[in-house]
């Protein structure tokens, strides 16, 4: 069982659109949680942590953590073309151990 | 400007021959970390790096060695390169908060890796 799954994708919104990005993980014992933005050929990029239960908002962006479902999201409200990427899922025990799910490809059509 | 500095962003090399990866951060960030990321496993991570002079391994950790003499330098060598480790780099670092939570990576640009 991996650490951290995410649903590869694709997946397509219309612009204006709420994307919905969906990650589960298996260690009850994860503390802090992350999504990242990578663009093909770049390197990650960081957008929003999260350590307790509930949810956080950052401009268009709302994650959102369940630990008793072991699930975490990410909204992007307004969606972009620019928004276009893949979205990482990263999940720490904090011990300095993270684990990475595999991205799902997000495709925002103008 | 905040950033990770990765080099070579580009290397071929031969099996065997050894190699040095460089990361340099201008941060302060007590912690670091290696990545490997490969199509349809994501990243993976190699070691990592608390502070100076305390590194751990990842996932992956075979085939590689890191040092963290510097707080801001975490080089990655690659002792005897095999065509498996042909992958693209990842170099990262955090900040903690004063629980030792983590902030967040900013990583590097990234070194793509080919050995043949």
């Known amino acids: 069982q991996k650490e951290v799954e995410q649903n590869s994708g694709p997946l397509s919104v219309p612009e204006g659109a709420i994307a919905s990005l969906n990650c589960t993980y298996s260690?009850?014992?994860?503390?802090?949680f992350f999504w990242y933005r990578q663009y093909s050929g770049k390197s990650p990029e960081l957008i929003m942590f999260?350590?307790?239960?509930g949810d956080k908002e950052d401009g268009r962006f709302t994650a959102q953590l369940n630990k008793a479902s072991q699930y975490v999201s990410l909204l992007i409200r307004d969606s972009q073309p620019s928004d276009s990427a893949t979205y990482l899922c990263?999940?720490?025990?904090?011990?300095?151990?993270?684990?990475f799910g595999t991205g799902t490809s997000l495709t925002v059509i103008p | 400007e905040a950033q990770v500095t990765q080099n070579p962003r580009y290397l071929i090399t031969v099996t065997g021959k050894k190699l040095t990866v460089t990361c340099s951060q201008n941060?302060?960030?007590?912690?670091m970390s290696w990545y490997r990321q490969d199509p349809g496993l994501g990243l993976r991570q190699i070691y990592y790096?608390?502070?100076?002079?305390?590194?751990d391994k990842g996932d992956v950790p075979e085939g590689y060695k890191v040092s963290r003499k510097e707080k801001r330098n975490f080089p990655l060598i690659l002792e005897s390169p095999s065509p498996n480790q042909t992958s693209l780099y990842f170099c990262?670092?955090?900040?903690?908060?004063?629980?030792?939570?983590?902030?967040?990576?900013?990583f590097g640009s990234g070194t793509r890796l080919t050995v043949v």
């Open positions: 941060m302060n960030h007590e912690y």
């Open positions: 990263a999940v720490t025990p904090g011990i300095g151990q993270f684990y």
């Open positions: 260690d009850r014992g994860s503390q802090s």
């Open positions: 999260i350590y307790s239960n």
């Open positions: 790096s608390m502070n100076v002079e305390v590194t």
């Open positions: 990262a670092s955090s900040a903690l908060t004063r629980d030792d939570r983590y902030y967040g990576y900013t």
